[in-house]
């Protein structure tokens, strides 16, 4: 059975092979992606022993896991995370856990080891049914419900037939879950208007298309699976980073980063 991580893998390798202006980026997120993995293994295969929800609590056997992903930052990350990635590697494990309580505690799309180290952790919680700790977790429909995280990309399916379901879903930045979402609203401020928000789509990403609110000025990017169903959409997302330049010269802002800084 091909694992979720494996279609993460084969969807990253096989756009980097094709990609033009995105290869760096994605040659980069193979690496990452396989190191992840490997955290995620890591854990999992671990003897009696479940993930708490307190990472900085969990840290004696996270820090463990999370010297190969580490490894990899340094071997073929962009150089600024590289050289820190190799000040991490060398330092005492206290500075570390103080990386990732930083990012557990405030979370941002810029702090780059926080969030790579806890998507295999928080992923691998989820999947056993843990709850997050020491974190605040808020109720709204705009963020995760699982740990509060910000949407990292909108996906489109089809579904059963039903009037209850939207089709349509965000997946969160931070643990990699998903959650259901209503279809015309901005997924940072909650317009819905139709007036105020605004789609962008270029021939070249037929299945991709920038999602922009003129209220917020955000953005988020969705990925159609009804047009692309073996499109992996926090891969594609990567992928489609042109779309991104759009954006950003029409004046908006990405709800959240990806891993890559796009
Ligand atoms: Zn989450
Ligand atoms: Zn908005």
Same mark, same amino acid.
């Given at each position: 059975?091909?694992?979720?991580?494996?279609?993460?893998?084969?969807?990253?390798?096989?756009?980097?092979?094709?990609?033009?202006?995105?290869?760096?980026?994605?040659?980069?997120?193979?690496?990452?992606?396989?190191?992840?993995?490997?955290?995620?293994?890591?854990?999992?295969?671990?003897?009696?022993?479940?993930?708490?929800?307190?990472?900085?609590?969990?840290?004696?056997?996270?820090?463990?896991?999370?010297?190969?992903?580490?490894?990899?930052?340094?071997?073929?990350? $962009? +150089?600024? /995370?590289?050289?820190?990635? !190799?000040?991490? &590697?060398?330092?005492?494990?206290?500075?570390?856990? =103080? %990386?990732?309580?930083?990012?557990?505690?405030? $979370? +941002?799309? /810029?702090?780059?080891?926080? !969030?790579?180290? &806890?998507?295999?952790?928080?992923?691998?919680?989820? =999947? %056993?049914?843990?709850?997050?700790?020491?974190?605040?977790?808020?109720?709204?429909?705009?963020?995760?419900?699982?740990?509060?995280?910000?949407?990292?990309?909108?996906?489109?399916?089809?579904?059963?037939?039903?009037?209850?379901?939207?089709?349509?879903?965000?997946?969160?930045?931070?643990?990699?879950?998903?959650?259901?979402?209503?279809?015309?609203?901005?997924?940072?401020?909650?317009?819905?208007?139709?007036?105020?928000?605004?789609?962008?789509?270029?021939?070249?990403?037929?299945?991709?298309?920038?999602?922009?609110?003129?209220?917020?000025?955000?953005?988020?990017?969705?990925?159609?699976?009804?047009?692309?169903?073996?499109?992996?959409?926090?891969?594609?997302?990567?992928?489609?980073?042109?779309?991104?330049?759009?954006?950003?010269?029409?004046?908006?802002?990405?709800?959240?980063?990806?891993?890559?800084?796009?």
């Amino acid at each position: 059975m091909t694992s979720w991580w494996d279609k993460q893998i084969q969807r990253a390798d096989y756009l980097a092979s094709r990609a033009d202006g995105s290869k760096e980026l994605l040659t980069f997120y193979t690496h990452l992606l396989r190191a992840q993995k490997e955290v995620y293994e890591f854990l999992r295969g671990r003897k009696d022993w479940l993930p708490s929800g307190d990472p900085g609590g969990d840290m004696l056997v996270l820090g463990d896991g999370l010297a190969a992903l580490l490894s990899a930052v340094e071997l073929h990350g $962009p +150089t600024p /995370i590289a050289i820190e990635a !190799k000040t991490l &590697l060398e330092s005492d494990p206290e500075v570390m856990r =103080e %990386t990732l309580m930083r990012y557990w505690q405030s $979370p +941002t799309d /810029i702090q780059f080891f926080g !969030k790579a180290s &806890l998507q295999p952790y928080l992923k691998w919680l989820a =999947e %056993t049914g843990g709850r997050p700790i020491g974190r605040e977790v808020s109720v709204g429909e705009r963020q995760c419900p699982f740990c509060g995280g910000n949407p990292q990309v909108s996906v489109l399916q089809t579904q059963e037939t039903n009037a209850e379901s939207s089709n349509r879903s965000l997946i969160c930045a931070t643990c990699l879950s998903s959650w259901e979402f209503r279809r015309v609203v901005c997924a940072k401020c909650g317009e819905e208007r139709p007036a105020k928000l605004g789609y962008f789509h270029s021939p070249e990403f037929d299945h991709v298309r920038i999602e922009a609110c003129d209220t917020c000025n955000h953005y988020i990017k969705s990925v159609d699976l009804t047009r692309l169903g073996f499109a992996a959409p926090i891969v594609d997302e990567i992928d489609a980073a042109p779309l991104d330049l759009w954006a950003r010269e029409h004046g908006y802002q990405k709800i959240e980063l990806n891993l890559v800084g796009v």
